[in-house]
């Protein structure tokens, strides 16, 4: 990779169904009922249901791994949770979305990455950043 402070990185998308949930949900063995019933998820002040806040952190680095072409580039990822991905129960789910830009090479050569992580157009992740090494 050849990148150089400001390069902005494709946009990568990721569609998330119900039926990623439950995927999910047997994967991380977090089968909380606000990701898969939208009576609890509602009973509790959530607008339905929602990704699994780990799942949507997952999305953005596969984007960041993607980006990399290697999976073991990653040296440091962080993010913080700023709102739910809302998942409707139909066969089209929901989309999320991850744009990423350049900030910084450091001295090692390694790229600061921040990334802007989104669905809807509204920002579910925020400080979102990734630490990689340069192939």
């Given at each position: 990779m050849s990148w150089e402070q400001g390069t902005q990185l494709p946009v990568q998308t990721y569609r998330v169904t119900r039926a990623d949930l439950v995927r999910y949900a047997g994967a991380s063995g977090d089968f909380n009922p606000i990701h898969w019933s939208d009576r609890v998820a509602t009973s509790v002040g959530l607008p339905g249901v929602i990704a699994h806040g780990m799942f949507t952190m997952?999305?953005?680095?596969?984007?960041?791994?993607?980006?990399?072409?290697?999976?073991?580039?990653?040296?440091?990822?962080?993010?913080?949770?700023?709102r739910?991905?809302?998942?409707?129960?139909?066969?089209?789910?929901?989309?999320?979305?991850?744009?990423?830009?350049?900030?910084?090479?450091?001295?090692?050569?390694?790229?600061?990455?921040d990334l802007t992580v989104t669905c809807g157009g509204e920002k579910v992740l925020t400080q979102?950043?990734?630490?990689?090494?340069?192939?």
């Open positions: 997952a999305l953005a680095g596969r984007a960041v791994t993607t980006w990399t072409g290697d999976a073991g580039s990653v040296v440091e990822y962080n993010v913080r949770f700023a739910p991905v809302v998942v409707p129960d139909d066969d089209e789910g929901t989309e999320v979305q991850v744009a990423g830009v350049v900030k910084a090479i450091d001295d090692e050569g390694r790229a600061q990455l979102a950043k990734a630490l990689v090494r340069r192939g």
